[in-house]
């Protein structure tokens, strides 16, 4: 009997010691494989993530799909006609001397069967056709420059909105990158129903494009240096800015900053995915300047 108990004990011993053994070995694999996978590259166009898990799929996607013109990366949305967001890196490599080509266009990597916004499709509307990624922030080229101008970077935008509020921002934010500052941005919109200089409408183009209601744009801004997404930290400034579509807009952007909290709220988009949670949930609770 006594043998038994022995015998008994010994089993229970190895068993626990093979399963705190193996435990170890699969915590170890675990970590490994972390520290092994591949962070995306410094001056990605996605470094902070994919907000919406957008995917280049026409069937299962076609009001998320993923499209990348090299120049930035955007979740197109069939039914309203422009972007869910754009994603796209700011830095000294950037910026040039390259003019502004002003070849607005249709995108020919749409699907064919989705109707394609044309470049007068917003003639007469009374919005302008707004940049998400704009043209300033490519001037290193004529062929970066002259991505921008597609009609799948482009949405509905009251002319005092573009013109000068977000005009103003844009600038503002070149500034930073002069000053010694490289950034990662993501702008988009959402609702419908907008203000522009002929009165509230939801939808131009014949219904094919929406109007959006809100605009949006979060900046990560980082001094200039290496393994980017490594550097955000809980100290990381985020701008960002949440604007009503209207035309009676004040004309200062510090007016309208938000947090990528409200903006995340609104949206249901996940902004900074790539960002450790402990982080993210510090830098996107903040309001800059507040």
């Known amino acids: 009997m006594r043998r038994t108990r022995l015998l008994s004990v010994l089993v229970a011993v190895l068993l626990v010691t093979g399963l705190c053994v193996a435990l170890a070995a699969i915590a170890l694999l675990a970590t490994t494989v972390r520290s092994t996978v591949a962070l995306p590259v410094d001056g990605n166009n996605l470094l902070l993530g994919n907000p919406t898990n957008a995917l280049h799929n026409s069937s299962s996607s076609p009001d998320n799909y993923l499209m990348n013109s090299r120049y930035y990366t955007l979740s197109y949305n069939r039914d309203r006609g422009e972007p869910n967001w754009v994603s796209w890196y700011l830095g000294p490599s950037s910026l040039g001397s390259e003019d502004r080509s002003n070849d607005f266009r249709a995108d020919g990597t749409l699907p064919t069967a989705w109707f394609h916004v044309e470049?007068?499709?917003?003639?007469?509307?009374?919005?302008?056709?707004?940049?998400?990624?704009?043209?300033?922030?490519?001037?290193?080229?004529?062929?970066?420059?002259?991505?921008?101008?597609?009609?799948?970077?482009?949405?509905?935008?009251?002319?005092?909105?573009?013109?000068?509020?977000?005009?103003?921002?844009?600038?503002?934010?070149?500034?930073?990158?002069?000053?010694?500052?490289?950034?990662?941005?993501?702008?988009?919109?959402?609702g419908s129903g907008g203000t522009g200089s002929k009165g509230y409408q939801k939808a131009i183009d014949g219904g094919h494009v929406t109007v959006p209601a809100h605009i949006w744009k979060v900046a990560v801004v980082l001094s200039n240096g290496k393994n980017d997404l490594r550097r955000i930290t809980t100290s990381t400034r985020v701008i960002a800015i949440d604007t009503p579509?209207?035309?009676?807009?004040?004309?200062?952007?510090?007016?309208?900053?938000?947090?990528?909290?409200?903006?995340e709220k609104a949206t249901g988009d996940d902004l900074l995915l790539n960002v450790p949670v402990g982080i993210q949930k510090v830098i996107e609770a903040k309001v800059d300047g507040h």
């Open 119 to 190: 470049a007068n499709g917003y003639s007469g509307s009374g919005f302008d056709r707004g940049h998400n990624c704009p043209s300033a922030d490519r001037t290193s080229s004529a062929a970066a420059n002259s991505s921008t101008f597609l009609m799948m970077n482009m949405i509905p935008q009251a002319p005092r909105n573009n013109q000068g509020t977000w005009a103003n921002f844009e600038n503002y934010l070149r500034s930073l990158v002069r000053s010694g500052d490289e950034l990662y941005i993501v702008m988009g919109s959402y």
């Open 245 to 263: 579509n209207t035309n009676g807009i004040n004309s200062n952007w510090q007016v309208y900053t938000t947090s990528v909290d409200a903006i």
